[in-house]
């Protein structure tokens, strides 16, 4: 019998969206490195749907109907090009490999630009989830030509996550659009988490609050604005009690954070195409500084103030105004990643639906949230905003939070309490809404030292000051 799609790399990722199609009702083909994986997922999962094993890569693809649907679900990078070279050879015209692993988005290009020429479709596909999401119904963002989406999307869109009936599965755009906005999905997961962890830290440190009874105030967010996967799971992580210790399990684990490296290229990429995404950048910086032993040790006995614990009923007000700076720095974090996406759909030319990126985030991903209706909203309108920031719902939503974001900036910093998220996000605010920005004066200095020169405000042209001679202007 042919298998509608294959899975090749049965790790715990492709074993599960292998199980996913099987459970939806298509045939799969399923094949791994070491024939022993595959065996074991027939084995043990079998009963769930109609599974085709195969132990070579041969078999595999004689498994699929044609035109071929290939998944691969390996390790980024090499192992990726591994398989590529191994399957290609082996595949015809109009056949199709999509990779669902966390790819860069360069690599994508390069490899759907290498099999478009052998008449083979590449598609790149972000996934997001985790391994249950995978599973039960993950966050789809498949790149490639539109053609293998018409063959492609909808079987991922059967096993995609569903909001209100809608799958949380749409074709991004050519190429590497697909990675590109899942690289853009985990830089506002960095930035999401950043801004919950110094939420935890000032509402312990400053509130005075123990984890247990943080936990209970992000149970109590996470039923308004803030309702989100990653809120749900803060409550949980913080009510946790460590076996070993009976104590808070987040007082035993290691406070250095480490990443994969998906935030890190969001940032790199925001930098190549110029687009300011500090609240995304201090949320990776903050990981990184976590895990340098050295450098903390050596600044360890560095004065800070002294830090009196708030009274209760400031305590109290305190707490709400935290939750007021998170939502405003999460507005600001996704206002950073649009802006982000639509500079590489603009340099990549992928036209890129930023209404459709909202609605599919709103199921099944890491990030999911409320908070995603009203992005797609915003989009979705006649006319999509500059920024989400200008949008007059979120506009709103930043005048009524903007005093007490600065209270928990300014009491942090008072305090001797880092948050980098929330600062950057609000000097970012800040710089937006500024009439003028001492930019001007930067342009001075670069004119100043190396003749770089700058423009002016009363006329067009670029000019130089002779700062060396009697100081007079001349056009550039
Ligand atoms: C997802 C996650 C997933 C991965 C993170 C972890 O969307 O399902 O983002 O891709 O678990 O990227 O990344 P770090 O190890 O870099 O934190």
Known sequence: RQAQIGVTGLAVMGRNLARNFARHGHTVAVHNRTATRTRELVAEFGHEGDFVPAESARDFVAALERPRRLVIMVKAGAPTDAVIDEFAPLLEPGDMIMDGGNAHFEDTRRRE?????????????????????????????????AESYRALGPLLESISAKVDGEPCCAHIGPDGAGHFVKMVHNGIEYADMQLIAESYDLLRRVAGYAPDRIAD???????GRLDSYLIEITAEVLAHNDAATGGPFVDIVADRAEQKGTGRWTVQTALDLGVPVSGIAEAVFARSLSGHN???????????????????????????????ALYASKIVAYAQGWHLIQAGSKEYGWDIDRASVAAIWRGGCIIRARFLDEIRAAYGGERAPVTLLADPGFAEALRAAQNAWRHVVATATELGVPA????????????????????????????????????????DGSFHTLWGDDRGERPA
Request: with cysteine; hydrophobic share 35%.
């Open 113 to 145: 630009a290498a099999l478009r020429e052998r008449g083979l479709h590449f598609v790149g596909c972000g996934i997001s989830g985790g391994e249950e999401g995978a599973l039960l119904g993950p966050s789809i963002m498949p790149g490639g030509s």
């Open 217 to 223: 105030i992000f149970r109590k967010w996470n039923t």
């Open 420 to 459: 980098p998220g929330f600062s950057a996000a609000l000097a970012y605010y800040d710089a937006l809404r500024a009439g003028r920005l001492p930019a001007s004066l930067v342009q001075g200095l670069r004119d100043y030292f190396g003749a770089h020169t700058y423009e002016r405000t009363d006329r």
């Open 294 to 324: 050295e450098l903390r040790a050596a600044a360890r006995e560095l004065p800070g103030p002294e830090r009196p614990e708030l009274h209760p009923d400031d305590a109290a007000r305190f707490t709400e105004n935290v939750e007021q």
